[in-house]
Structure formats: C-alpha cells, structure tokens
C-alpha cells in the first residue's frame, strides 16, 4: 500500500471569549428570537449573540467580562424579560464591613450576577442573577477565590440547579397555557356550536331568532367573544401591540391585527351597523374566538412538543441521587444530601444504587453500569483504585467510594453543560432563515393590506375584503421557520448525548455532516493508549510461564511503562527482585530467586555473548508490525523474544470501515516513529499516514489534507493534541470515560470508542437533513397557502380559506415542524454495532 510520511511545524491556537447565558421569556416566534439577539449583539464589546426559540435561551460573547446587566437591560428594552433566581450563600471569615464589600464584589463579578448583598452579622450573602446563568456552586467557588468559604444553603443537591429551575418555569408555562386553553373552549364553543349550527341547521337559526333574538344573539356574540380576546386572548395583545408600536411586529402582531380586526368589525356591524355599507353588516365573532383558541391549542401542544425535545438533559440531571450514605472517620454511616458532599469523603454504595458523586473505589469489586455517559450497555468491572462516575449504576456487589469531584464539577454536571451549550447554539445553516423573518411578518402586513385594497378594487363586499386580509394575517407562520433548526438541535444533540456523544457547539453539528476527511490519532485513538505484552516465544527448553514470571519480577522495580506492561503480564505479584540495575539503552538485570535474569535489546544480548540469531525471523516480523521486541535471557542462556506495543482496539477496524463506506478519506497523524505508525496504518487499510510530528507539527498536516480533500475532522484524546482539535473544522475528542474535559474539541465521545465516529457523523448527517425537511414544510407551507388565503382560487373555483381554518393550519404548522424533529430520538447508530459483530 502506498504510504507517505510527512513532518509539519508547531502553530499555536486561540482562546475562546467569555459568554453569557440568559434564559428569556416571551419569545413566541423566530421574529422575536431575531430581536433579541440584535438587541445583544448591539451590546458595548459583544462579539456575537444567538438565541435559540426551541429552548428559550440566548447565549452572548464579550470580548472580556460579561455584562449581566447591560444583556438584561438590552432583553428587556426589546420587549422580552429574563428570568431570574435568587441564591443563598453561608459565607465563613467575615468579620467587618469590608470583608462584606469583598465578597459582594466577587459575586457581583460572576457574569450573569444582577445584584448581590451581604451581611456580616448573619455570614449569609444573597445573589440575584439571571436565570440558569450561573450556578450555585460557581458563586461559592467565586468567594472561595476572595478568600472566605462559602457554600449553598439550599444545596445544589444535583448536576443541574439551572436545569431544575428552566423546567419549573416550562411546567408552569405549561399549566398557564393549558389554563387558557381551558377558558377559551369553554367560551368559544357556545358561539361555534350555535351561529355554525344555524348556518348548517336552518332549524337552529329560526329556534335562535324567534326566542332570543338577532339583536341579543348577536350582544351575547359580542360577550363570549370579548371574554376570549381580552381573556385567554390578553397574552397576544400584551406583546403584540407594543411590539407593532416598536415597528417590529412579530407573530402576536399578526394574531392581535387579525383577531381585532374581526372582532372590531363585529363590534361595528353590532351596534352602530350604519356606519357599513349596506349589506355587509355582518359579523365575524366566532371567527376572532376560534382563531385565539386554535392558536391557544397549538402552542400548548407546542409547549409539550418542545418540552419533550429537551427531555434529554432532564434525564441526565435526575440520574443523580438526591442522597448519599457518608461514612465518618468513627466508622458510622450518616445519610445527607448530596449536596453536603466534599472531595476526599467516602460513600457507601450498595447494589443496584447510582453512585452519588464522582470519585473512585476505595473497598469492593463490582461491575457498574456506565450506559449513560458512554452509551455503552455493558456493565463495567471496577475494582479499588478504578474510576466511577456520579449517576452509573452500581451492579450486585456493594463498594466503597473516595468522593474526589462533587455538584458543578462532576462528569455529569459538565455533559449536562456541554449539551445545554450546544442546545444554544446557531448553525450557519439559520442564517437563511434570520434573513427572510427578518422581514417576514412586515411583508405579511402589507400583504394583508394588499389583499383587502385588492378586493375592494375590485367591487367585492367590504366583509369579505375584510376575512380575506385577516385570513392572510393568521395563515403567515413565522413560528414554524423559527423553530424548524433549533429543535432539531434540541433533539439530535440530546440523542447524541444519550449515545454517549457530546456535541460542545452545536454547528458542530453541520460541520461534521459536511467533513470529507477524517484524520485519527494513534495512540489513545486507534490504539488503546498503554503497551501491553503482545507476543512470548520460548526457546527450546524454556516453559512460558517460568518465563513470563521471571522477566515480570525482573522488570517490577523499573517505572517505565514498557517494564508496568511486562510486570502487569504475569497477571499475579511478582517474586522479589535483587541486586536490579537498569542499564541506560540497553536493558534491565536483576536476580531472581538465585538465578540472573536480563532482560533488553538484541545488542545488549549481543554484549552478554548470546546470539539472538535464532529468533531473527520472529524479530524481524515483530518490528514490521510496529512492535517493540525484547529478549530475555535466564541463568546466561538466551530463553525468549518478547513483543511490547500498544494494541489497536478491537472496535477501531470496524469503525474505520465505516467511515470509509460513508466515502470519507481517512489519515493518520501521529507523533509516534513512522515505522509504528506505518505498521499500524497497513494493518487497518489507511493509505495517508503522517508521522513523527509534535502536537503542534499536526497543524500543517491538517491544512494540507483540508486543501486536498474538503472540510477536517480531526480525532485525538483531547490533551496533546489541542492544537489539532481545535484547528481543524471539526474537532472531536477520544475521552476516557470520566476525562472528557477536551476543551479544544468540538465533540466528545465519552466512551473513547472510536465506533462512535461514525457514529457521530452520521448522527449529524440525519439532523442535518431533518433541518431541511423542516425548512422545506415551513416555507413550503406559508408560499402554498398565503396566496391561497388572499383568494387567489376565488376567480378559478370561488375557493376562500376563512381565518378559522388559517389559525388552525397555522398551528398545526409548528406542531408538525416539531413533531418531525422528534423523530431524531429513534436515531440507531450502527458504527458500535458493526464493531460489536
């Protein structure tokens, strides 16, 4: 296979900006998105801003300290509100007024922070902020930094505080919506039941008319009606009007316009009907109620759509317990909240609980099931000394846990960050859309008013003029087009999370979907990151037990990782070793039980007076396959050739054939000789290998292959290589389990399973073209029926759509923009199951 080895020079990379997180209220609509992230980007020293309709949230970069109050201000000014929290601190070392004035400065510095107080005599601080934009915990660590001890008085208790609050205001937006919806059908179905029923059942009319009566019939018309627009319908004139005062309409605009407008000429034709041409004194009060309860049904089952879509960090945050069982230096066993726990504090797990906290087995051997960060079903064995993650599942066996990472910087606690960050996210894919709301709901005004001008020009009755332009006003849905990328965000990245692939940025997502080439690291990548013992022949005479036993006592006094390979092969403690002396280049000696055993380089052999000849073919074989031989000999007499390397992992052959089935051009770049890494890469069928590079030498590789094949994806462990990981268009990072902390990558696969590439990218590829397809409905839909409801088959066929079946189609079009973007849970990843065959 053609191979080509190249070098490349060290580049540096860039620091990232300081960011601001708001969770923003009133929004309805991309309209109201874009306004508000004007509203930011217009900030003093904000690099950029993006809101995101689906979660709510809007994320602002500053080029230095993030200013929590001017973004409030800025929010508030565009006719939306932030919502905010209150945090409690105990604050321990304050003894005078400027002790207080200390720490008041330290939070007031935490970006997000509004307003803070505290008091010495009671050494309680008090922090208003910004909801979700900064964490209990990260007010404590803030005072901490001013030199006193702070901690939570109402303890964090979970990865999640943020997490827990937006979902409180999500339910009680729910029950508020539900609510309304409630009033408005009980108001509105009187009216639809009986003037519909009349236009059906002539019957029904006579019955009305000749005990009620048209002028009464038509009073209590008026009533229901008000009751539903300035009741349940109140919230679309609330943000509407000020917003058409602004002369930046939004989607409550076009509701409030066309329900007024109907109810307003209802009103008319009522009680002062001479001021209409005659004939056209008609009214239109069910059709204002049925549109303010049509759309009413439609965001509420909007609300519980989009609520789904997030389901993803919700589960993550309750997979923490809310309790721990603490054991004290006495040995006594305390149950206390999570939130209490410190590192260095030892917890009892027993069987079938989920671990508390991060830490590691201090007592027992179990096997815990790590499904939730990795993706990965099957459970893991963890002995003392071994990792475990806070919210895995310990298995049949009870263990002892050393707390070593608590609330904010546990595993979990950074994934739910990672994926509510990428959540949060713009993709350059809704600048498209940016573009056209931009101006979409002023376009639909003066289409509105087209439409009635039109029809009045054309002699038509003033009425039906009137439900035609009102017909546009409620059919146009900017609700859709602003919804249609960020719940498919929303949902692909909480999919990926469950999968164990964390998306930081969510244009990661369609920067990955567009990668050409993907370049692989070796060691900790393809490789598993740590030699073992690959390979043992005898010589003639010589057991391989009585071997392996020999050189692993031998090698057990030395540090390096080729000799911990070697010892760790023997599988039980190795026999005390004696007079051990390590000869620099050459190998190690020792006696070992009586006997002398060397163990080292063919040349060292050589200069012992032994000939490794007879294991020359055996040698020969090992260095093309990369693999570092050793001899050993025992008592002066030449026993066996070994082989150290660090063995590809048994999933990577699958998962490279994967990314080349999606016709992805594949390169390994490593820092490793380029005999190994040619070894490595024949062995797994990757024709561009470039070798013998430092981390930073990487950088020009990457330009080089860009150039050559399209937009990068660079696949490293997210420590030594972040140079490549963050030059490249996508950087993805190989974790351990519990280091996912590749502040340069733009994916984590928490896994370290190099099956979840592919994995990954196709991932990115479905959302992707669930995005389109959104995209498609959502414009498809407002050019199909705009025309249709300003009458344009009224001249072919007398077709018109009334402004009830408009403001049903119209929420029916969020509802079905969401629902597809649901459809990204069922995604299956088939890289780790073709690995697994």
Not at 479 to 503: H, K, N, Y
Not at 587 to 600: D, K, L, P, Q
Request: with cysteine.
């Amino acid at each position: 296979m053609d191979q080509t080895v190249r070098t490349t020079p060290p580049v540096a990379a860039t620091p990232a900006a300081q960011r601001l997180s708001l969770a923003v209220e009133g929004m309805t609509c991309a309209s109201c998105a874009g306004r508000v992230e004007r509203a930011l980007a217009a900030l003093p020293r904000a690099k950029g801003a993006s809101v995101n309709l689906a979660t709510g949230r809007a994320e602002v970069a500053f080029d230095g300290p993030a200013d929590g109050r001017a973004a409030v201000a800025a929010v508030e000014a565009a006719g939306y509100a932030v919502a905010e929290e209150s945090v409690d601190l105990a604050v321990e070392g304050m003894s005078c007024a400027s002790c207080a004035g200390r720490v008041e400065r330290a939070l007031l510095a935490v970006p997000g922070v509004l307003e803070a107080g505290v008091n010495v005599a009671t050494g309680r601080a008090r922090a208003r902020l910004a909801g979700g934009a900064a964490s209990p915990a990260g007010l404590a660590r803030a005072v901490g930094a001013a030199g006193y001890a702070a901690k939570p008085l109402a303890p964090e208790g979970d990865a999640g505080a943020a997490v827990d609050a937006g979902a409180e205001r999500r339910k009680a937006e729910r029950a508020e919506l539900a609510r309304s919806l409630r009033l408005a059908v009980l108001l509105t179905a009187p009216l639809v039941l009986l003037e519909m029923g009349s236009h059906l059942v002539p019957a029904l009319h006579h019955v009305i008319a000749g005990t009620i009566g048209e002028g009464n019939w038509r009073v209590a018309q008026f009533v229901l009606a008000s009751a539903v627009l300035f009741g349940p319908g109140l919230r679309f004139f609330r943000h509407g009007v000020p917003a058409l005062l602004r002369a930046a309409p939004d989607m409550n605009s076009l509701v409030a316009l066309g329900t007024a407008a109907a109810w307003g000429y209802s009103t008319v034709a009522t009680f002062a009907p001479g001021l209409l041409p005659e004939g056209s004194a008609n009214v239109y009060f069910e059709a204002a109620a049925v549109i303010v309860t049509l759309i009413l049904f439609g965001r509420t089952l909007e609300a519980r759509a989009r609520d789904s879509a997030s389901e993803a960090i919700r589960r993550l945050v309750e997979l923490q317990p809310r309790t721990a069982r603490l054991r004290r230096p006495d040995g006594a066993v305390a149950e206390v909240p999570v939130g209490e726990l410190a590192p260095g504090d030892v917890v009892e797990v027993r069987p079938g609980e989920r671990l508390p906290a991060d830490g590691e087995v201090a007592e027992g051997e179990s096997h815990v099931d790590e499904s939730m960060v990795t993706g990965e079903p099957m459970p893991v064995r963890k002995a003392a000394g071994a990792p475990v993650v806070g919210g895995t599942v310990n298995g049949a066996a009870a263990l002892l846990v050393r707390v070593t990472r608590t609330g904010a910087d546990t595993l979990l606690a950074g994934i739910v960050r990672m994926v509510e960050g990428a959540q949060a996210s713009k993709l350059p894919i809704q600048a498209v859309v940016d573009r056209v709301t931009r101006w979409f709901v002023p376009a639909v005004l003066a289409l509105a008013l087209l439409t009635v001008v039109a029809w009045l020009a054309f002699g038509s009755d003033p009425a039906l003029a009137l439900v035609n332009g009102v017909a546009v006003l409620i059919i146009a849905c900017p609700c859709a087009m602003g919804l249609a990328t960020p719940v498919s965000i929303l949902v692909g990245t909480g999919r990926g999370a469950a999968l164990g692939v964390l998306f930081r940025r969510g244009d990661a997502l369609q920067a990955l979907s567009e990668t050409r080439v993907v370049a692989l690291d070796k060691t900790g990548t393809l490789t598993r990151g740590r030699p073992e013992l690959t390979d043992l022949r005898t010589a003639p005479g010589f057991a391989r037990e009585e071997v392996l036993a020999a050189v692993a006592a031998a090698e057990a006094p030395s540090e390096h990782p080729i000799a911990r390979a070697l010892a760790a092969a023997a599988g039980s403690a190795p026999a005390k070793a004696e007079a051990f002396e390590v000869l620099v280049g050459k190998g190690v000696r020792a006696t070992v039980g009586g006997v002398r055993v060397e163990v080292g380089s063919g040349r060292f052999m050589a200069e012992l007076g032994l000939d490794p000849a007879p294991f020359a073919e055996e040698a020969a074989r090992l260095a093309d396959e990369g693999k570092t031989a050793l001899y050993a000999a025992i008592g002066g007499r030449l026993a066996a050739v070994l082989a150290v390397s660090d063995p590809i992992r048994d999933t990577t052959p699958a998962a490279i054939a994967a990314l080349r089935e999606r016709g992805l051009a594949v390169a390994l770049v490593s820092g490793d000789d380029a005999r190994t890494a040619k070894a490595v890469a024949r062995r797994l069928g990757i024709a561009e290998v470039v070798a013998e590079v430092s981390p930073e030498g990487k950088l020009a590789a990457i330009r080089r292959l860009r150039g050559e094949h399209g937009p990068l994806a660079f696949v490293g462990d997210g420590i030594n290589d972040a140079p490549a990981l963050a030059a490249a268009d996508v950087g993805v990072a190989v974790g351990g389990g519990t280091d996912i902390a590749a502040e340069a990558a733009d994916v984590v696969l928490v896994s370290g399973d190099l099956a979840a590439v592919p994995d990954a990218i196709a991932l990115s590829a479905a959302t992707m073209r669930n995005i389109r397809e959104n995209l498609f409905w959502a414009f498809a839909y407002n050019a199909a029926l705009i025309p249709l409801a300003a009458g344009a088959l009224y001249p072919v066929n007398g077709t018109l759509l009334s402004p009830m079946l408009a403001a049903g189609a119209m929420a029916l079009s969020s509802v079905f923009v969401v629902g597809n973007a649901l459809r990204l849970r069922r995604f299956r990843p088939a890289g780790r199951a073709r690995a697994r065959r």
